[in-house]
């Protein structure tokens, strides 16, 4: 009995001392990825940015590869997003670098349980949205993304497959400001897709993402309402009629339309009434990054 006392013992004890271990492993990536990460952000030269941003994702795949890092928080690194999906299967890591002519680029990491493999699995998003053209009607994967910086993810639980509706940011350029409403789903062996069809001005007319495209000098807000399960933004108009078809010019008026969730769809609903709801939360900004609204 005493023996198997303390061999029970000396297994426990290992155990901790692994899960110990990796933690430490773990936060020892985070403290060389947290000067990476400063470096994307605030380097003197474009290219000192890529050098840090190679470097980041190498470190960042590499230490995703334990298991332990699904849970851990990296909490340190306020300029890199990391938002995780309703049901936690998984969280993507998320970032910009600003070019010198002003433009943005964005990367992200995701991180996700394979159920089937039962094992984590990593996808890299690449970012080409500058020559995607038929935006809100293409099929996109992972290596053909619509880059932003994601901010919300609404997941209605439905039987068959899953998919996630994504809130992204995009500062697109010094004219006009941008957010994304897209769709993800995850398809065949260790596969991401981008696009669904299943945003409706009516029954006739649907598109597979949607982008609203505003002033960069104003603000607009795209918020998804778990409680009503409806995306809620601004209506947005031009501030003269010469103006109209030109979105870079494009400001709220006042009033707001929203996407409600109806049997698998998103359904546009135009000037509601917001008036009478309860006051809302606002979406807490996450220790995880800085996020641009």
Known sequence: MRKIFLIIFTLISILCFSQKGNNRLIAEYEDTLKVMAHKIMNAETEADKYLANTAFIYNLKEVLQY??????????????????????TFRIFNWLLKRDNGAYEYYAIVHYHNKKRKRYEIISLEDNSANIRNTEHEDL??????????????Y??????????LLGWDGNDSYSTKKIIDVMYFS????IK???????????????????????KTSVSVKYKQKEQRIVFNHLVPPRKDLEGLEEYYIPEGTFNAYQYKKGKWWLQQDIDIRNQQKVNRIKKPKRGLIPR
Not at 141 to 154: F, H, R, S, T, V
């Open 67 to 88: 298991e332990k890092s699904f849970k851990f928080p990296f909490d340190s690194l306020p300029s890199i997003a990391r938002i995780i999906s309703p049901d936690n």
């Open 141 to 154: 994967d992972a290596k053909n993304w619509y880059g932003g910086l994601y901010y919300q993810i609404a």
């Open 156 to 165: 209605i639980k439905k039987a068959g497959r899953k998919y996630y509706t």
């Open 188 to 191: 065949g062996k260790n596969k």
């Open 194 to 216: 981008f696009g669904l069809p299943i945003f409706k001005k009516n029954k006739k007319e649907s598109q597979k993402r949607i982008v609203i495209e505003y002033d960069a």
